[in-house]
């Protein structure tokens, strides 16, 4: 282990279901990287879904920093700034990224994106047991240290702290983008968020942010629906869980949209079997949007209702960083936009346990590792 090499705790999923907290070797940055110190990281339900991915792997794809040292070219940035991290790395070159599709970087996430072009920069940057592993996204915020592109950060202004502002990085950036970037809400719209967890809470900030007239917030757990109203929902609605063609629930969305179905339906439950609803729930003409992510079968019965309806999978709201990530901040310092009131649970990075369970259970809106020690 060089002078250069730290030792960090991070959370290391096995591959098999399960995960341990263990010391890993992380190095020092290469060139056009740079080393953060994390101090905060959000969990989320992709977190969960990587201890199923092939291990081992550490974790966490959501989080916030101090820059501890940068290499070689990056002028950028400096020791001692506060940072988050963002997942969607955009290389800036390819297809997708010079057609402003940066949140679905080619690099990143295309067909190359196992192989040499998004992997070879980070071989060996961080160690478990003497062996290089794998970190979550090209990020593994669940550890004490990471090295990352340099365009995989963006500096925090000074009036931002890294908690609660580390959730930025995927749920708010996620649920506002969107709403704001893909839907394009306009002033009066009417729009329809399919589960209030932490991705949907920000599809209604972001709905808010963007003048709809009609948001209704739509989850089985009362709580959750009593969030989405502090956050902007105007209506809210508990569907009968028994009810498994939905039909109560389409027909008490267009009873509050002029009988025709909202001008834009979301899906933030992380069901598969949701995926396709918002379909049902959306006007003729209208937007569908699954922005969960879920994976898994789905099916959905074509009707003589889906004329000219669009159905959508954003990817991380269509974040373009250099856009995306100074307006939410603006939102933030202006009160417009609620972020330290989403995080209703922290944890020490030990509690992971915890902190999955309780986001499972629905006891948490969102739960932050604090991860800082003595950086």
Request: charged share 15%.
């Amino acid at each position: 282990m060089s002078a250069a090499t730290l030792q960090a705790r991070a959370a290391i999923a096995d591959g098999a279901g399960g995960f341990v907290t263990d010391h890993v070797d992380v190095a020092a940055p290469g060139p056009g990287e740079v080393r953060v110190a994390m101090v905060a990281a959000g969990v989320c339900h992709t977190d969960h879904a990587s201890l199923h991915w092939p291990g081992p792997l550490v974790m966490g794809h959501e989080g916030a920093g101090i820059v501890e040292a940068v290499g070689a070219g990056v002028e950028h940035l400096h020791p001692g700034q506060a940072v988050l991290l963002n997942w969607a790395i955009p290389c800036g070159e390819c297809l997708q990224c010079t057609r402003g599709m940066q949140a679905i970087c080619e690099r990143t996430h295309g067909p190359h994106a196992h192989g040499a072009a998004s992997s070879a920069a980070h071989a060996g940057s961080t160690r478990w047991r003497g062996e290089p592993i794998a970190r979550s996204f090209h990020l593994g915020t669940f550890c004490d240290y990471t090295v990352v592109r340099a365009e995989a950060v963006t500096p925090l202004p000074d009036a931002l702290p890294p908690d609660p502002a580390c959730i930025l990085g995927c749920a708010v950036m996620t649920g506002v983008g969107s709403a704001i970037n893909i839907a394009q809400v306009a002033q009066g719209d009417s729009v329809a968020v399919l589960g209030c967890g932490g991705v949907g809470l920000n599809v209604v900030q972001g709905a808010r942010l963007a003048g709809a007239g009609t948001i209704i917030a739509i989850d089985l757990v009362p709580e959750r629906l009593q969030r989405a109203k502090a956050f902007g929902a105007t209506h809210l609605l508990q569907p009968d869980a028994g009810d498994a063609d939905h039909v109560a629930l389409i027909e008490d969305v267009r009873a509050l949209t002029g009988g025709r179905g909202a001008d834009h339906a979301f899906e933030a439950t992380g069901v598969a079997a949701m995926a396709f609803l918002p379909l049902r729930l959306a006007r003729n003409g209208g937007n569908a949007l699954q922005v969960s992510g879920a994976h898994g079968k789905s099916t959905v019965e074509l009707t003589d209702f889906f004329w000219n309806k669009r159905y959508l999978a954003p990817l991380y709201g269509g974040c373009v960083p250099a856009r995306d990530f100074p307006r939410l901040f603006d939102w933030v310092q202006r009160g417009e936009l609620a972020l330290a009131a989403q995080v209703s649970h922290r944890y020490p990075l030990e509690a992971l346990a915890q902190a999955f369970d309780d986001m499972l259970g629905g006891r948490s809106t969102k739960g932050v590792l604090q991860i800082a020690m003595d950086h």
